[in-house]
Nanobody, 127 residues
């Protein structure tokens, strides 16, 4: 089993930056694909970013490309989401996810391969 705990959320103004962290425990996740998803009130959960386990290649939602960066620190069993130039529409609960299933970025976007999820951290961006 893998436990995931997110942190780093908060209330910021438009244009500010935040860095979310997701610490994994229970297993080493250096070879796992790690993803970030978000869910705004009244909306479905959506894909934000993924970093694959085999080659650390990354994929991003169009809405965050160029503003968000996903990375990992295997020594700390942690994945990060650096969020720059935040917009009010980025307001959501952000969830970290992990999987040992090897898949394409296209499939990871659907969230189906992910079998471990964190509890989420709230990000609120004011205008």
């Amino acid at each position: 089993q893998v436990q995931l705990v997110e942190s780093g959320g908060g209330l910021v103004q438009a244009g500010d930056s935040l860095r979310l962290s997701c610490v994994a425990s229970g297993r080493t996740v250096s070879t796992y694909a790690m993803g970030w998803f978000r869910q705004a009130p009244g909306k479905q959960r959506e894909f934000v970013a993924v970093i694959r386990g085999n080659d650390d290649s990354t994929g991003y939602a169009v809405s965050v490309t160029g503003r968000f960066t996903i990375s990992r620190d295997n020594a700390k069993n942690t994945v990060y989401l650096q969020m720059n130039s935040l917009k009010p529409e980025d307001t959501a609960v952000y969830y970290c996810a992990a999987t040992d299933v090897y898949a394409s970025v296209v499939l990871y976007r659907t969230s189906r391969p992910f079998n471990y999820w964190g509890q989420g951290t709230q990000v609120t961006v004011s205008s």
